[in-house]
C-alpha cells in the first residue's frame, strides 16, 4: 500500500468518528447561519496578486516527520498575510501532517482575512462541511483519491457550500479532472504514492491543462526563479510550505521570498 492509500483508508475511519462526535444532520444545522456570510475568492486573489504565493502552515509531514513541531497557527499564518501572501493553505489532517481545522478557527481569530484553502483529503461530503464550519474559503480535491463522479459531486456540494475548489492533478491521465471546471487547477510536483518531487512536472502538464483555467503549482518549489518560469507557463499561484516553514520565522522567510520574486 503507497502512502495514499494508506492516508485514505486512515481518513475513512477517521470521518466516520468525527460523524459519531458531531452527526451530519447537527453539523449542516452548525454551517446554516454561514451562509449570510460569503468567503475570500481565492482564485481572484490569485489571478489579481503580483506574487501569488499561497503560504503553508505545515507542521510534519509523511516523509519527513515533523518540520516545526512548536508552530503556532496564531501566529504564523497572520505573519505570512503580514508579509505578502495572496492566500494561505492549512493542513487539516492531524495523523500524517500534524495538522488541525481547530488552527483554521485560530488563524481566523488571530486576525487573517486572506483566503485560506482547507487542506486535507476529502473523500466524504462531510469534510467539506466542516471545512465551512471552521472558517475555510477553499478546499483541496485530489484526483487521485477520488473517482471523476466523486469529484463532481463532492465539488457541487463544496459550492452550494460557498467554497472553491482546488482541484489537484500529478499526471496526464488525471487531467481529465479539469473538464469538471473547478475553480482552480492544480498540478502536483509530488508523487502521493512515493513522495518523490518534480518541478518539471508542473511545466510538462501546464499546456494540456485548460487555457483559461487559474492554475496553481504546488510542492517543491524553494527558488523565486522557479515562480517566475512557472508564472511564463501560465500559473498564477504557487503553493510553498517547507521552504518557509523550517526557517526559524516562516514569515519573514516569506517576506525576503517575495522581495527575491518581485525586483
Known amino acids: 500500500m503507497d502512502i495514499l492509500e494508506e492516508i485514505v483508508a486512515h481518513k475513512r475511519v477517521e470521518v466516520e468518528r468525527f460523524k459519531a462526535e458531531l452527526s451530519e444532520r447537527e453539523i449542516h ?58 492566500a494561505l493553505s492549512i493542513l487539516a489532517d492531524e495523523k500524517y501532517f500534524g495538522g488541525s481545522d481547530e488552527f483554521i478557527k485560530m488563524a481566523r481569530h488571530s486576525g487573517v482575512n486572506i483566503p485560506i484553502l482547507y487542506k486535507n483529503f476529502v473523500i466524504d461530503e462531510y469534510q467539506l462541511f466542516q471545512a465551512r464550519l471552521c472558517g475555510a474559503s477553499a478546499v483541496l480535491l485530489i484526483a487521485a483519491d477520488l473517482s471523476v463522479q466523486q469529484c463532481s459531486a463532492l465539488l ?88 518557509f516553514m523550517k526557517t526559524a520565522n516562516p514569515g519573514l522567510a516569506l517576506r525576503d521570498f517575495i522581495t527575491q520574486l518581485t525586483h
Not at 460569503?38 to 518540520?67: H, Y
Not at 510538462?204 to 483555467?213: G, V
Request: charged share 25%; with cysteine; aromatic share 6%.
Open 29 to 86: 444545522r452548525r454551517v446554516e447561519p454561514l451562509f449570510d456570510f460569503s468567503v475570500a475568492s481565492m482564485s481572484q486573489a490569485l489571478t489579481n496578486s503580483d506574487s501569488g504565493i499561497i503560504a503553508e502552515f505545515k507542521r510534519k509531514s509523511p516523509s519527513k516527520g515533523w518540520i516545526k513541531e512548536d508552530g503556532r497557527a496564531d501566529i504564523i499564518p497572520l505573519s505570512y498575510q503580514q508579509n505578502g501572501a495572496s
Open 156 to 243: 457541487k456540494t463544496a459550492h452550494e457550500l460557498g467554497l472553491e475548489v482546488l482541484l489537484e492533478m500529478h499526471s496526464e491521465p488525471e487531467l481529465e479532472y479539469a473538464a469538471l471546471e473547478p475553480d482552480m487547477c492544480g498540478i502536483n510536483n509530488r508523487n502521493l504514492g512515493s513522495f518523490v518531487t518534480d518541478v518539471d512536472n508542473s511545466f510538462r502538464l501546464a499546456e494540456l491543462l485548460p487555457k483559461d483555467a487559474v492554475k496553481v503549482s504546488e510542492s517543491g518549489i524553494s527558488n523565486p526563479d522557479t515562480v517566475r518560469a512557472l508564472r511564463q507557463a501560465g500559473f498564477r499561484g504557487f503553493l510553498i510550505g517547507e521552504n
